[in-house]
């Protein structure tokens, strides 16, 4: 018989390959019902040096598991661990989960990047390191980190060194009326407030170069800089200045070290997200219309925050002023 062209071919005439069946795949994942608790102190190309239970004195190595995709795991979160988890060299577990986190503190390289970058995340404190002379304070800066830490769900801290070279009066006055502790220190004496602050507590520092955060560090750490070769990822000892590492403190809790910074974006900030923040501002800020001026930091003459301020007294009209600024610095209306 010839070959028969296509019009003369029927159902019959299809050939089916063996091979996959039709049968969806399960989309089920172990419940790794055993698995260990842990915090990530450390992120190094890939691996994830972590706490287990939050002890210092039980590092286990890390990598992500595959399930987990490209779900980000960054230093201070809770992750949960399986397989080899006894810390042995050249041993590795594997993270299967990441909690829920309490809080982030989150960056931006400049106000226009849409790509954020979490610092750390589960921290409770936020400590802006700041010097009074050499370099001078930078308020640009410190309003920065103070948006982001409201904006995360962290209280921030301003740590002022360097007070044997320049006195703080006019640091203080500019922050006076914002609920902001602040401690004042210098390279000869580390202010036993800063250990209040710290000690029993997950803590990140954070400032420019040359603000004496490394002095703090090394103040705050016994043998910081043994601490920073434990907990490197893969056991070479290596924390250079592009990752944070968490360091654990004597009286209990840890301090995460983050990097040098000269800049600090804020594109993933809302205006919305600061005055949260903000008891009572935040409810009057709901009665404003919907392009106030108060969202870019500005004045409006139907801005409801005014009102409150006025109304509420006992230093709100100060503190109004104060968050504005921060609204400014958002915004990007002000050097950083």
């Known amino acids: ?66 399930e987990l995709g490209r779900t980000p795991v960054v230093v201070g979160d809770q992750v949960d661990l399986v397989g080899d988890t006894s810390g042995r ?34 921290a409770q404190r936020l400590i802006i390191v700041a010097s009074l002379a050499d370099p001078p304070p930078r308020t640009g800066l410190i309003d920065r980190c103070l948006v982001a830490a409201y904006a995360g769900g962290l209280t921030p801290v301003l740590c002022l060194t360097k007070s044997d070279l320049a006195t703080p009066d006019e640091v203080l006055a500019t922050y006076s009326a914002l609920p902001l502790p602040i401690v004042v220190t210098n390279m000869h004496e580390l202010h036993e407030d800063l250990s209040e602050q710290l000690d029993g507590r997950v803590c990140a520092l954070v400032g420019h170069s ?51 910074i000269r800049s600090f974006g804020l594109a993933h900030v809302t205006a919305g997200d600061l005055i949260s923040a903000f008891t009572g501002f935040a409810e009057a800020a709901e009665e404003c219309p919907s ?33 504005r600024r921060l609204l400014r610095s958002r915004a990007g209306r002000d050097e950083a």
């Open 89 to 122: 060299a050249d041993t590795l577990a594997r993270i299967v989960r990441v909690a829920d986190r309490s809080s982030v503190l989150r960056r931006t390289a400049d106000d226009t990047d849409p790509y954020e970058r979490i610092v750390v995340a589960n």
């Open 291 to 323: 392009n106030c001026g108060h969202l870019g930091g500005g004045a409006d003459p139907e801005c409801h925050l005014d009102t409150y301020a006025a109304e509420a007294g006992a230093g709100r009209t100060e503190q109004l002023s104060s968050l």
């Open 1 to 66: 018989m010839g070959r028969r062209g296509w019009r003369d071919l029927d159902e019959s005439d299809v050939r089916v390959r063996p091979g996959r069946g039709t049968r969806p795949r399960s989309k089920r994942r172990p419940e790794h019902a055993d698995a260990a608790t842990a915090m990530v102190v450390a992120v190094d190309r890939g691996r994830w040096t972590c706490a287990l239970d939050g002890d210092p004195d039980r590092l286990v190595t890390s990598m992500r598991a595959r």
């Open 210 to 260: 040359g603000v004496g955060k490394s002095t703090l560090v090394n103040t705050l750490v016994p043998h910081a800089e043994r601490a920073t070769g434990e907990v490197s990822g893969v056991g070479k000892g290596r924390h250079t200045s592009t990752s944070a590492v968490a360091l654990p403190l004597p009286a209990g809790g840890w301090v995460v070290d983050t990097p040098g």
